[in-house]
Nanobody
Framework: QVQLVESGGGLVQAGGSLRLSCAAS????????MGWFRQAPGKEREFVAR????????YYADSVKGRFTISRDNAKNAVYLQMNSLKPEDTAVYIC????????????????????WGQGTQVTVSS
C-alpha cells in the first residue's frame, strides 16, 4: 500500500514556474515507477511525465517536453515536478501516481495501469 500526497500548486502568471511535490508513505517507494498526470475541468486525465523506480529514466508528454522536469528522491520518499515557462493551457489539477510494473512507453501513459493515486493539487496559470 502506498499513500500519496501532493503539494506545491497555486496561481502563477504565464511564463512563471512552480515546483510540485508528491510525498509517499510506505517502505517500498523505491520499487515503484512514479507518474504525474493532470486533469482540467471537463477533460480526461492526461499523462504528463513518468520516472523509473531508480530515477534513471524519464518520459514526458510532448506538450511539456523541454519545460517540465520530473525527479525523485528515494531517500525522502518523494517525487517532484519542476514546471517552467508555464502556459494557461497547463491549468489543471496535477496528480501523482505509483506503478509497480515496468511498462512500454505507450502503456505508461494510460492512467488505468497505475495502482495508487494522490488527491491532486491545483495549478492555475493566468494569461
Amino acid at each position: 500500500q502506498v499513500q500519496l500526497v501532493e503539494s506545491g500548486g497555486g496561481l502563477v502568471q504565464a511564463g512563471g514556474s512552480l515546483r510540485l511535490s508528491c510525498a509517499a508513505s510506505g517502505r517500498t517507494f523505491s520499487s515503484y515507477a512514479m507518474g504525474w498526470f493532470r486533469q482540467a475541468p471537463g477533460k480526461e486525465r492526461e499523462f504528463v511525465a513518468r520516472i523509473s523506480s531508480s530515477g534513471g529514466r524519464t518520459y514526458y508528454a510532448d506538450s511539456v517536453k523541454g519545460r517540465f522536469t520530473i525527479s525523485r528522491d528515494n531517500a525522502k520518499n518523494a517525487v517532484y515536478l519542476q514546471m517552467n515557462s508555464l502556459k494557461p493551457e497547463d491549468t489543471a489539477v496535477y496528480i501523482c501516481a505509483a506503478d509497480p510494473t515496468l511498462r512500454t512507453s505507450q502503456a505508461m501513459r494510460v492512467p488505468q495501469v497505475y495502482a495508487y493515486w494522490g488527491q491532486g493539487t491545483q495549478v492555475t496559470v493566468s494569461s
